[in-house]
């Protein structure tokens, strides 16, 4: 399983911006689908996933209120919709997967078996 971001870029404060994270040939609701970021010299931290089949979803606290995360129809491409961009949403947003459905230990980073090489993210005015 291979994934891949997309979507990173440069916004001011407020603004909003659409991560996609997808992988060739697979579906994705066979998977939870997580997803992460990290700032340089920070640990990575859980940002949302998304179950494998019954889609439950889950939220860092930071996260709840501003940032959606999606399935498409096709399950090909899980999505994470970033609203209301502050400066501290600055990083590299990485997506994983793992086999199973998720659980409150959704954020452990060893949980998950694939990962992407990530997507920036600049919030600045």
């Known amino acids: 399983l291979q994934l891949v971001e997309s979507g990173g870029g440069l916004r001011q404060p407020g603004e909003s911006l659409r991560l996609s994270c997808g992988a060739a040939g697979f579906i994705l609701s066979y998977f939870t689908i997580g997803w992460f970021r990290q700032v340089p010299g920070t640990e990575r931290e859980g940002v949302s996933c998304i179950s494998s089949t019954d889609g439950r979803t889950h939220y860092a606290d930071f996260a709840r209120g501003r940032f959606t995360i999606s399935r498409d129809q096709a399950n090909t491409t899980v999505s994470l919709q970033l609203t209301n961009l502050r400066p501290e949403d600055t990083g590299s947003y990485y997506c994983?997967?793992?086999?199973?459905?998720?659980?409150?230990?959704?954020?452990?980073?060893?949980?998950?078996?694939?990962w992407g090489q990530g997507t920036p993210v600049t919030v600045s005015s």
């Open positions: 994983a997967a793992f086999q199973g459905p998720s659980d409150s230990h959704w954020t452990d980073l060893g949980g998950y078996s694939w």
